[in-house]
């Protein structure tokens, strides 16, 4: 049974720093890309950055690069999402998934982690 569980979420002033982390377990977790993905009050769940098997090559939404970093560890089978200088506009519920072949995520959601940028 495949399970993403995120935290390090919570409440962060403009121009702060937050890690979050997910914790995957119920596959080979060095065989995916895997991925973060945001859903801000009212709006879609959009991609937010993946990251391939090997850690060699990462992609980004325009919206958070320079500003976010995506890593993994495999012996661990945890995908963090550093961010960096965030923005109100970085309020969200933040989910991790992994991806198939063509960048699709694969699983169902977890419950996510909260990030609230606010002064």
């Known amino acids: 049974q495949v399970q993403l569980v995120e935290s390090g979420g919570g409440l962060v002033q403009p121009g702060g720093s937050l890690r979050l982390s997910c914790v995957a377990s119920?596959?080979?977790?060095?065989?995916?890309?895997m991925s973060w993905y945001r859903q801000a009050p009212g709006k879609e769940r959009e991609f937010v950055a993946r990251?391939?098997?090997?850690?060699?090559?990462?992609y980004y939404v325009d919206s958070v690069k320079g500003r976010f970093t995506i890593s993994r560890d495999n012996a661990k089978n945890t995908v963090n999402l550093q961010m960096n200088n965030v923005k109100p506009e970085d309020t969200a519920v933040y989910y991790c998934?992994?991806?198939?072949?063509?960048?699709?995520?694969?699983?169902?959601w977890g419950q996510g982690t909260l990030v609230t940028v606010s002064s």
């Open positions: 119920g596959f080979t977790f060095s065989n995916y890309a």
């Open positions: 990251v391939n098997w090997n850690e060699r090559t990462t």
């Open positions: 998934n992994r991806l198939d072949r063509q960048g699709n995520p694969l699983d169902a």
